[in-house]
Protein backbone atom coordinates (compact mmCIF):
# COMPACT_ATOMS: atom_id res chain seq x y z
CA UNK A 1 0.00 0.00 0.00
CA UNK A 2 0.78 3.53 -0.58
CA UNK A 3 -0.10 6.55 1.36
CA UNK A 4 -0.57 9.79 -0.16
CA UNK A 5 -1.20 13.24 1.83
CA UNK A 6 -1.55 16.21 -0.18
CA UNK A 7 -0.87 19.67 1.77
CA UNK A 8 -0.59 23.45 0.42
CA UNK A 9 -3.80 24.55 -0.76
CA UNK A 10 -5.86 27.07 -0.08
CA UNK A 11 -7.27 30.72 -1.62
CA UNK A 12 -5.16 32.69 -3.43
CA UNK A 13 -5.88 35.65 -5.83
CA UNK A 14 -5.84 35.72 -9.84
CA UNK A 15 -2.29 35.43 -10.84
CA UNK A 16 -0.85 34.25 -7.68
CA UNK A 17 0.84 31.32 -6.71
CA UNK A 18 0.58 28.44 -4.86
CA UNK A 19 2.55 25.11 -4.53
CA UNK A 20 1.18 21.73 -3.44
CA UNK A 21 3.17 18.69 -1.64
CA UNK A 22 2.19 15.06 -1.83
CA UNK A 23 3.76 13.32 1.13
CA UNK A 24 4.04 9.65 0.20
CA UNK A 25 4.47 6.41 2.99
CA UNK A 26 4.28 2.95 2.84
CA UNK A 27 6.01 1.58 0.00
CA UNK A 28 9.96 2.90 -2.33
CA UNK A 29 8.46 6.54 -3.43
CA UNK A 30 11.15 5.85 -6.12
CA UNK A 31 9.44 3.21 -7.71
CA UNK A 32 6.18 5.00 -8.53
CA UNK A 33 4.97 7.45 -11.57
CA UNK A 34 3.29 10.33 -9.87
CA UNK A 35 0.76 12.65 -11.02
CA UNK A 36 -1.23 15.65 -10.24
CA UNK A 37 -5.00 15.48 -10.96
CA UNK A 38 -7.74 17.66 -10.34
CA UNK A 39 -11.69 17.98 -10.24
CA UNK A 40 -13.91 20.83 -10.62
CA UNK A 41 -16.92 21.06 -9.36
CA UNK A 42 -19.55 19.23 -11.78
CA UNK A 43 -16.60 18.14 -13.76
CA UNK A 44 -15.16 14.63 -14.25
CA UNK A 45 -11.20 14.53 -12.77
CA UNK A 46 -8.70 15.27 -15.13
CA UNK A 47 -4.48 15.13 -15.28
CA UNK A 48 -2.92 18.48 -15.22
CA UNK A 49 0.80 16.59 -14.91
CA UNK A 50 2.89 13.71 -14.48
CA UNK A 51 6.83 12.73 -13.93
CA UNK A 52 8.55 9.91 -14.00
CA UNK A 53 10.42 7.81 -11.28
CA UNK A 54 13.63 9.43 -11.10
CA UNK A 55 11.74 12.65 -12.41
CA UNK A 56 14.02 12.95 -15.58
CA UNK A 57 10.37 12.84 -17.97
CA UNK A 58 7.21 14.96 -17.00
CA UNK A 59 4.08 15.56 -19.08
CA UNK A 60 1.64 18.71 -18.76
CA UNK A 61 -2.03 18.88 -20.60
CA UNK A 62 -2.47 22.11 -22.25
CA UNK A 63 -4.31 23.84 -19.45
CA UNK A 64 -1.42 23.63 -16.99
CA UNK A 65 2.10 24.21 -19.53
CA UNK A 66 3.95 27.07 -19.02
CA UNK A 67 2.60 27.97 -15.84
CA UNK A 68 2.43 24.86 -13.37
CA UNK A 69 5.90 22.52 -12.73
CA UNK A 70 5.75 19.12 -11.32
CA UNK A 71 8.68 18.06 -9.16
CA UNK A 72 9.57 15.43 -6.68
CA UNK A 73 12.25 14.63 -4.13
CA UNK A 74 13.03 10.85 -3.85
CA UNK A 75 15.00 11.45 -0.99
CA UNK A 76 12.01 13.18 0.40
CA UNK A 77 9.23 11.11 -0.53
CA UNK A 78 7.67 13.82 -1.69
CA UNK A 79 6.03 15.07 -4.86
CA UNK A 80 5.51 19.25 -5.34
CA UNK A 81 3.39 21.27 -7.91
CA UNK A 82 4.47 24.01 -8.27
CA UNK A 83 1.40 26.54 -9.46
CA UNK A 84 1.94 30.10 -11.01
CA UNK A 85 -0.51 32.44 -12.73
CA UNK A 86 -3.47 30.67 -11.40
CA UNK A 87 -7.17 31.73 -12.91
CA UNK A 88 -10.28 31.18 -11.14
CA UNK A 89 -10.65 28.46 -13.71
CA UNK A 90 -7.75 26.57 -12.21
CA UNK A 91 -10.37 26.29 -8.83
CA UNK A 92 -10.81 22.20 -8.25
CA UNK A 93 -9.93 19.88 -5.62
CA UNK A 94 -6.31 18.65 -6.64
CA UNK A 95 -5.24 15.45 -5.97
CA UNK A 96 -1.68 13.32 -6.43
CA UNK A 97 -1.64 9.91 -7.74
CA UNK A 98 0.77 7.30 -8.14
CA UNK A 99 1.37 3.90 -9.96
CA UNK A 100 3.71 1.35 -10.82
CA UNK A 101 3.35 2.07 -14.14
CA UNK A 102 2.05 5.11 -15.67
CA UNK A 103 -0.33 7.58 -14.02
CA UNK A 104 -1.50 8.80 -17.88
CA UNK A 105 -4.15 6.14 -18.36
CA UNK A 106 -6.34 8.17 -16.35
CA UNK A 107 -6.50 5.09 -13.36
CA UNK A 108 -3.62 5.00 -11.34
CA UNK A 109 -3.55 2.54 -8.70
CA UNK A 110 -2.95 4.96 -5.16
CA UNK A 111 -4.89 8.50 -4.57
CA UNK A 112 -4.66 10.97 -2.07
CA UNK A 113 -7.38 12.37 0.11
CA UNK A 114 -7.11 15.65 -2.19
CA UNK A 115 -6.50 19.14 -1.10
CA UNK A 116 -9.07 22.29 -2.15
CA UNK A 117 -7.32 25.38 -4.48
CA UNK A 118 -9.90 28.51 -4.30
CA UNK A 119 -8.54 31.17 -7.19
CA UNK A 120 -10.56 34.19 -6.60
CA UNK A 121 -10.69 36.56 -9.42
Known amino acids: QVQLVESGGGLVQAGGSLRLSCAASGRTFSDYAMGWFRQAPGKERELGAS????????YYTDYVKGRFTISRDNAKNTLYLQMNSLKPEDTAVYYC??????????????WGQGTQVTVSS
Open 97 to 110: AADLNTVRSGTPRY
Open 51 to 58: ISRAGGIT
